[in-house]
């Protein structure tokens, strides 16, 4: 098994620099707010005590947010999504103990405060994030890994460990089609392979596969199993337990709770009267204009796409393309003679997708989720790839975690990139959050201004 040297150390660097941070701004704000006591050396004793405090605290909460559970393919949405929900917590908690204590420390100015500890915590822990990524890109702090009786599923996880190097996994390949235990052992030590993948509907029979199991763990290989996404087990149920009698239970969505969609649901109209109003009321008078100078054609393009329980309705879009009788039935390639040059500004700067707050209004769509496929790419991937479905067990979005990681599933191997997009929807589906829908907004915002490089 391979040795890890760095990890069991990283985490504790982590924690001891996010109390640094945290000291040093506490500190900062007593001592300009209380000059005539930076001098008084019992209050300086009194105040550890208040940081120790104020330490036990941010560690307690970390339990529950799980801001230093850091695995390799955590993403940057669900890093900040983690980091928001924790701030907010420890702030409101800093914020009553303020209230219920004559403690100066604690009754500093609140609110710039909260805006210099987020700061300087957001600024030391996307540096940390993203410089672990980066080394780790560079092959420091790898794990060794390799894949047995390889299938569909498999190669959809190869191709997301080659393509993101930045999460530190170098594979192994283990040519050999006999799995003999000496060899395989031999194999390991050899490489010091630190985890095993194996595909959860393995064609080994049942005797060689316990045989691989007691293998790995007498000799300290981690096991992964990988679901194949035409498995719907994995989706379709959650475990739970009678007293200690274990039962699969069919899952229920976060948004099948009506305080959940009812939040997402108010959260969506006001965000989209505030676009419309503030921002498409002078936008889309301008865009008109250059669609309709620039070629023949309406305004906008409606299409008809999957909805929520796939209730097919009109999603409305600026129309990008010159009026082509392929619009329904094709979707766009590199470098696509149909689009035209304001078109592609539009589709670059996703500015195409803004008459779709119209949609949101009509509650046809969300401001965040899956987006809708036209209905023909639709009804060819749906009977090809399992619990595909699953997307529209919530209304599809404007934006969706798939876009803001780059899954768009029109480039490279298309079977592939659509599996894996597919699995970002299932995911979120699954794990959605009102403070992950932010964290989505806050990056398709940045996309818009930087510009979408997977466009097309």
Known sequence: MQRIRYSRYLKSIIILLDLLVIASIFIFFFISRNEDLKHDQETWYQNIFSLILLFLFWMLLSGRTKIYDIPRNLTYTLFLERLLIHFILFILGVFLIGKVSYNVFFNSDIYWLSFYLFFFIFLEKSIVYFGIKYFRSLGVNHRNIMFLNENSSTEILKNIFKERK?????????????????????????????????????????????????????????????????????????????????VLNQAKYPLDYYSNFLLKRTFDILFSVFVLLGICSWLFPII??????????????????????????????????????????????????????????????????????????????????????????????????????????????ITGLAQVNGLRGDSGNVEVEMKKRVLADAFYVRNWSFVLDLVIILKTVLLVIGGDKNAK
């Open 166 to 246: 930045d999460y530190g996994y170098k594979i192994f390949e283990y040519g050999d089609s006999d799995i003999d235990a000496k060899k395989l052992v031999k194999f390991w030590k050899d490489n010091g392979i630190h985890t095993l993948f194996i595909p959860s509907e393995s064609s080994f029979e049942e005797e060689k596969e316990d045989d691989i199991f007691k293998l790995a763990e007498a000799n300290k290989v981690h096991i992964t199993l990988i679901p194949s996404i035409t498995q719907s087990d994995f989706f379709l149920y959650d475990l739970e337990y009678i007293q200690t009698q274990p």
């Open 288 to 397: 008109a204009i250059l669609i309709k100078s620039t070629s023949k054609g309406p305004i906008f393009f409606i299409q008809k796409r999957y909805g929520f329980h796939e209730e097919v309705f009109n999603c409305i879009k600026f129309r990008t393309m010159v009026v082509n009788q392929e619009s329904t039935t094709k979707t766009t390639s590199e470098n696509d003679s149909r689009i035209t040059k304001i078109g592609k500004f539009l589709r670059k700067t996703s500015l195409d997708e803004m008459p779709q707050f119209l949609n949101v209004l009509k509650g046809e769509m969300s401001i965040v989720g899956p987006r809708p496929h036209m209905l023909a790419v639709d009804n060819y991937y749906k009977p090809k790839i399992g619990r595909y479905s699953l997307r529209s067990m919530v209304s599809p979005g």
